[in-house]
């Protein structure tokens, strides 16, 4: 099987990555940049048979900043109303 058969994706987004893998002529970096939507990984993991596992590397795509931004902020809001409730009663 080619190396272009394989469905090389990104783990965040799903981005087909085989026409940035076809591109390697030389070696193939350390690390891989989803040009779609920025996540980072280990090129080893992103060759390997095995699924990609979650990693704190996904916070590093702009999706992910915003995702747990939100979320912080959403948890924040959560404890404000608690507090108020309990203050006013």
């Known amino acids: 099987m080619s190396v272009m058969h394989v469905p090389y994706s990104c783990p965040t987004c799903k981005y087909d990555l085989r026409g940035q893998i076809a591109s390697w002529t030389d070696s193939c970096p350390l690390r ?20 990609y596992p979650p990693s704190i590397e996904r916070l590093s795509a702009p999706g992910g900043l915003v995702m747990m931004i939100f979320a912080l902020a959403g948890i ?3 404890l404000f109303i608690v507090w108020v409730v309990d203050v006013l009663l």
Do not use: M
């Open 32 to 51: 891989t940049r989803c040009p779609e939507c920025g996540c980072t990984c280990q090129t080893a993991d992103l060759l390997s048979a095995q699924k």
């Open 76 to 78: 924040a809001l959560i």
